[in-house]
């Protein structure tokens, strides 16, 4: 099981990015994938989810409206489209994918410390 995250980037407040999900080793359309983010000195906390099994989604409330989460079949691939970026969503990103979750509808109380396969980080600065 393999997943690797990139896209992030410097970007300025109201800016956007998108950020990718490559996958590998399992079949991405049974499972779910998580987005999560780290800012320095602070705990890993759940942004969204995408629930290929059903195409449910999750967001955590302070991104509602701004992020959006895709997926595309024939690359095995999950999508983080971030619009609107502030200040506060700097951090570093990461995806992941736990083969026990069935639903973006769980990801809400779902603790990152659950979740068994994780791509490396990738940096989203939003600064001016």
């Known amino acids: 099981v393999q997943l690797q995250a990139s896209g992030g980037g410097l970007v300025q407040p109201g800016g956007s990015l998108r950020l990718s999900c490559a996958t590998s080793?399992?079949?991405?359309?049974?499972?779910?994938i998580g987005w999560f983010r780290q800012a320095p000195g602070k705990e890993r906390e759940g942004v969204s989810c995408?629930?290929?099994?059903?195409?449910?989604?999750y967001y955590k409330d302070s991104v509602k409206g701004r992020f959006t989460v895709s997926r595309d079949n024939a690359k095995n691939t999950v999508y983080l489209q971030m619009n609107n970026l502030k200040p506060e969503d700097t951090a570093v990103y990461y995806c992941?994918?736990?083969?026990?979750?069935?639903?973006?509808?769980?990801?809400?109380?779902?603790?990152?410390?659950?979740?068994?396969?994780w791509g490396q980080g990738t940096l989203v600065t939003v600064s001016s």
């Open positions: 995408f629930s290929s099994s059903d195409g449910s989604t």
């Open positions: 080793g399992f079949a991405l359309h049974h499972y779910t």
């Open positions: 992941a994918t736990d083969f026990e979750i069935r639903g973006a509808r769980y990801c809400d109380n779902y603790h990152y410390t659950r979740w068994d396969y």
